[in-house]
């Protein structure tokens, strides 16, 4: 049984490595200057390649195998500069990219994956490999041996091949199986056991020593590895091993060299694996659950400790200061743990600019900001449809086509930009387009085709929040990229139910700007403690526009419609809390209470509680884990003296605020 879990547990190292890889190729390839590429890119690509080949040998995955080793083999000629690097080469990279990711994903689903899936990409690769181009651009075709070596994964032994004694020290059967296998793709290799049980491999190559080094390095240490070099003797057909050495290099200083190259490469392409550690997320959030149990033990302990008396127990309340310090530092840290950069978003876009761009006849260019903003993994996962809507709509309906580009006398390729933010306990992301901005006239037209009610004193700010109607649209045509209405709606109720909000600036001629402002967590709130009756609730500081004391003037009540509440010449609903949740006020004149106004999703509504009781962080408990979904509330919390407190779900209480006719309404939460 534990045989199974460890190897289960590699299986899961193997497909998150990969996966990682494959982004990181794709990076890669997106970014390199095809006609003077950067030796260092070259080398993390094909290092990329290789260890994907390399895991997937181990674990028989042979589809994987047979498309890294012609991807790597490509890969090997253009870093060496026995072939030019062509767009044809990053198309073809980049296709096979999309392929091993299908099949990564089968194998990781356990779902069948056809031949035929990878055939085109293979065809391809092939014919890209059926011809080699010198550093001088002349194209030469390799002859049928040549060709049928490289097929079959074995590197084709010409007359500058070295031979290598590789002695090994003591090795598990499978990583032996998984070096040799990987050796074996590179040339001529005989294996021999010594009396001391010690594998001493021959290897008959045009790989340099480094490289051997490399492919050693991927299982072993190298400090552990001794190899020596020979010349070759001519070519004998009847012989299988080389001939032995002539010429004897201690390999340490060469293969710590090389482990030390290997580490730069890993520092250039972001990946320092010795650094870090890979633990499994549900331990991640239990340890975040613990701790914000602690949070809640401790500010019950902070909340009595305030009744003794600071001459008597100064020592114990001194003691008390520092756990609440640390408390809170231990918090953040363990909060820091699901915090993952944006960089992780940013890299998914651009391949898309790239490919969109070019199908629309038009030219962009992608440039990312701040990608080493973190951002909570949730959040992470569930913000990636919004921006993918909103850079694609920043391309179809923001950029011109590079002829009328040039007429407005700007650069005929546009640029969008993506960029992320910290700001006071926000993350705060941009999608901005040096484009066509938006059209203030057509808005309005469609708006007021659509039955909104529309006037030429609207401010643009007004107007622009039209585009977030449902079915709005002002693309005269369908196609498969827009022009259905559905998308901006979306993002903006998918934004506001991560209690985030959306705004858009926008100039004729110079191009649009959509904010995002999201929380870094939705673990912790930033929260408003209200008190209606006997009862505690728990507004997000983030929704709360303004808190007043009304008087009588601003109350009016509309027959059928309920109470408004007339704040800065805006009438805005009014809802009586304990109305709503069917309890005993402490007070029901408007006058004498506090009316708090909460805005979210563009909408207003007014909230009468009778007192502010404070702000505070809270830790947020879901109530659909441990009980059930409740209207109207988001979750609750444990307050310092022990008592549950709700959190109040402003979006849906706006949604019902149409529905609240009259005072004599009332929406019974037991009944609900």
């Not at 391949?351 to 990312?368: D, N, Q, S, W």
């Not at 139910?497 to 700007?513: E, H, L, P, R, Y």
Request: proline content about 3%.
């Amino acid at each position: 049984m534990s045989s199974s879990i460890e190897i289960g547990q590699f299986f899961e190292v193997f497909f998150e490595e990969s996966e990682e890889l494959l982004a990181e190729m794709e990076g890669l390839l997106l970014a390199i200057d095809v006609s003077a590429p950067d030796k260092e890119e070259c080398n993390a690509i094909f290092r990329a390649a290789h260890s994907i080949k390399g895991g997937a040998a181990m674990f028989g995955l042979t589809d994987m195998v047979e498309l890294t080793h012609i991807m790597e083999s490509l890969l090997d000629n253009i870093r060496k500069g026995n072939m030019r690097l062509s767009d044809g080469h990053v198309n073809g990279f980049l296709k096979a990219k999309d392929i091993l990711k299908r099949q990564l994903s089968g194998h990781h689903q356990h779902l069948p994956i056809g031949s035929e899936v990878a055939e085109d990409v293979l065809v391809l690769l092939r014919d890209l490999s059926n011809q080699r181009t010198n550093n001088l651009g002349a194209a030469t075709h390799l002859d049928a041996s040549e060709i049928q070596a490289t097929l079959k994964g074995g590197s084709p032994i010409v007359e500058d091949a070295h031979c290598f004694r590789i002695e090994l020290p003591f090795t598990s059967v499978e990583d032996l199986n998984a070096l040799t296998a990987e050796l074996g793709l590179k040339g001529k290799l005989s294996c021999e056991n010594l009396p001391d049980g010690k594998t001493v491999l021959q290897l008959e190559t045009t790989q340099t020593l480094d490289d051997v080094v490399a492919i050693c390095s991927f299982l072993l240490n190298p400090r552990d590895i001794h190899i020596t070099q020979a010349s070759v003797l001519p070519v004998d057909k009847d012989k299988e091993a080389c001939a032995l050495p002539i010429v004897t290099a201690t390999n340490k200083a060469s293969s710590e060299s090389s482990y030390d190259k290997s580490r730069r490469g890993e520092a250039i392409s972001g990946r320092q694996d010795s650094r870090f550690i890979r633990v499994n997320l549900d331990k991640a959030d239990q340890l975040i659950n613990l701790v914000g149990e602690l949070v809640i033990t401790q500010a019950m302990i902070d909340q009595h400790a305030g009744r003794l008396d600071a001459i008597n127990h100064e020592q114990l309340l001194n003691h008390l200061t520092t756990l609440a310090r640390n408390t809170r530092d231990l918090q953040e840290s363990v909060m820091s743990i699901r915090m993952i950069p944006m960089d992780l978003v940013f890299s998914r876009f651009p391949r898309m600019v790239k490919e969109l761009a070019a199908k629309l006849g038009k030219k962009a260019k992608l440039i990312t900001l701040g990608g080493a903003t973190e951002l909570d993994k949730g959040l992470i996962e569930r913000i990636i449809d919004p921006l993918t809507h909103l850079v694609r709509n920043s391309i179809d309906h923001g950029l011109e086509l590079p002829h009328e580009r040039l007429a407005n006398n700007k650069a005929e390729t546009g640029t969008i930009i993506l960029s992320a933010v910290h700001d006071s306990g926000n993350v705060v992301l941009q999608v901005h387009d040096d484009g066509i901005g938006l059209d203030r006239g057509s808005i309005m037209q469609k708006a007021s085709d659509c039955g909104i009610s529309v006037s030429a004193e609207m401010s643009d700010e007004e107007v622009w929040q039209f585009i977030f109607a449902p079915g709005f649209t002002t693309a005269r045509t369908v196609t498969d990229i827009s022009g259905r209405g559905v998308g901006m709606d979306v993002v903006k109720r998918n934004i506001a139910a991560m209690g985030g909000s959306v705004d858009i600036q926008s100039n004729q001629g110079q191009g649009t700007t959509v904010t995002i402002s999201l929380p870094l967590t939705l673990a912790i709130l930033e929260g408003m403690l209200i008190r209606t009756g006997n009862e505690v609730y728990i507004l997000p500081l983030l929704a709360v526009v303004e808190c007043l004391q009304p008087v009588s003037g601003q109350i009016h009540e509309i027959t059928g419609k309920g109470l408004v509440i007339h704040v800065r010449d805006e009438y805005i609903p009014l809802m009586l809390l304990y109305e709503l949740f069917a309890i005993q006020p402490r007070l029901t004149n408007p006058t004498e209470g506090i009316v708090v106004v909460v805005e979210a999703l563009g909408k207003k509504t007014a909230l009468l509680v009778d007192s502010l009781v404070g702000q505070q962080q809270i830790v947020v408990k879901n109530l659909e884990t441990n009980f059930r979904r409740i209207p109207w509330i988001a979750g609750a919390t444990i307050l310092g003296d022990g008592s549950v407190s709700l959190i109040l779900d402003v979006p849906s209480l706006l949604n019902i605020t149409s529905q609240f006719c009259t005072k004599q309404t009332c929406y019974n939460l037991a009944s609900s």
